[in-house]
């Protein structure tokens, strides 16, 4: 079986080849975990154990797969040296899986410090609504390969929520318009449906919103759907590929 590691660092950033300079392709999240495909001194080769994700991260000592036993529900937790409030030392984001130590009051203990109970569930938690706190992301700034806080690009967020509920979801837009198979027409578009276009995906929150993270207003936007279709399509000579309900 091949060996598995977790990622301690708060988000890691996954590039295309063995450089800074190279694309950030994606990122890990504090708690995710991967395999080393190939590794020197300086770089490992990696495979993400999420999503099968492949790519460069900068050699680091990570610990052996660590058994979470949590996971951050807001949109970033902070982290603070002792079980009160007084000295924050970090934040970890939406998504984070992370192992409890220790507890004390209203704080739980794990491997960076202690984070707040309220700001966690159980790992094996799922939201009867998949995408119910999507919105925590609106006006996060737009990030290529983002998934946290920090930024974020529009396949990663909806990626995040599906991880988060223990789901399955590709990385790309263009891997997740074929991973989900029921098509639905726009007259028929209701809350949760996805809507892609080439290289691009949003998230509808009703029949008239939509939500996504989206490069040329440089941040998480929430719009209307027939406005932001016309203006894709207006700007970028882009249509709508494809409708999905999950």
Same mark, same amino acid.
């Given at each position: 079986?091949?060996?598995?590691?977790?990622?301690?660092?708060?988000?890691i950033?996954?590039y295309?080849?063995?450089?800074?300079?190279?694309?950030?392709v994606?990122?890990?999240?504090y708690?995710?975990?991967?395999?080393?495909?190939?590794?020197?001194r300086?770089?490992?080769?990696?495979?993400?154990?999420?999503?099968?994700?492949?790519?460069?991260?900068?050699?680091n000592?990570?610990?052996?797969?660590?058994?979470?036993t949590?996971?951050?529900?807001?949109l970033k937790?902070s982290v603070?040296?002792?079980?009160?409030?007084?000295?924050?030392?970090n934040?970890?984001? +939406?998504?984070? /899986?992370?192992?409890?130590? %220790?507890? @004390?009051?209203t704080?739980?203990? &794990?491997? !960076?410090g202690?984070?707040?109970?309220?700001?966690?569930?159980?790992?094996?938690?799922?939201?009867k609504?998949l995408?119910?706190?999507?919105s925590?992301f609106?006006?996060?700034k737009y990030?290529w390969?983002?998934?946290s806080?920090?930024?974020?690009?529009?396949?990663?967020?909806?990626?995040?929520?599906?991880? +988060?509920?223990? /789901?399955f979801?590709?990385? %790309?837009? @263009?891997?997740?318009?074929?991973? &989900?198979? !029921?098509?639905?027409?726009?007259?028929?578009?209701?809350r949760n449906?996805?809507?892609?276009?080439k290289?691009?995906?949003?998230?509808?929150?009703?029949?008239?919103?939509?939500?996504?993270?989206?490069?040329?207003?440089?941040?998480?936007?929430?719009?209307d759907?027939n406005?932001?279709?016309?203006?894709?399509?207006?700007t970028a000579?882009l249509?709508?590929?494809g409708i @999905?309900?999950i």
């Amino acid at each position: 079986m091949t060996k598995q590691f977790t990622n301690n660092f708060v988000v890691i950033n996954l590039y295309k080849k063995p450089s800074i300079k190279s694309e950030v392709v994606t990122q890990m999240l504090y708690g995710d975990s991967f395999s080393i495909l190939k590794k020197n001194r300086k770089w490992l080769k990696i495979k993400i154990k999420e999503d099968g994700y492949k790519g460069y991260i900068k050699n680091n000592n990570f610990p052996k797969l660590i058994k979470s036993t949590h996971k951050v529900n807001v949109l970033k937790s902070s982290v603070y040296k002792l079980p009160n409030k007084k000295m924050k030392i970090n934040e970890i984001p +939406f998504g984070s /899986k992370i192992r409890i130590l %220790d507890s @004390k009051k209203t704080f739980f203990k &794990f491997s !960076k410090g202690w984070i707040s109970k309220k700001d966690v569930k159980p790992i094996s938690y799922k939201e009867k609504n998949l995408f119910k706190k999507i919105s925590i992301f609106k006006n996060i700034k737009y990030k290529w390969g983002g998934k946290s806080f920090k930024g974020i690009d529009c396949s990663g967020l909806i990626q995040v929520f599906f991880n +988060f509920n223990n /789901k399955f979801c590709p990385r %790309d837009a @263009k891997d997740q318009v074929k991973f &989900f198979k !029921k098509n639905v027409k726009l007259e028929d578009i209701r809350r949760n449906d996805i809507i892609f276009w080439k290289g691009h995906v949003a998230l509808a929150l009703s029949d008239k919103k939509l939500i996504h993270a989206y490069g040329p207003l440089k941040k998480t936007v929430i719009m209307d759907i027939n406005k932001t279709i016309h203006k894709i399509k207006k700007t970028a000579n882009l249509n709508v590929i494809g409708i @999905k309900r999950i």
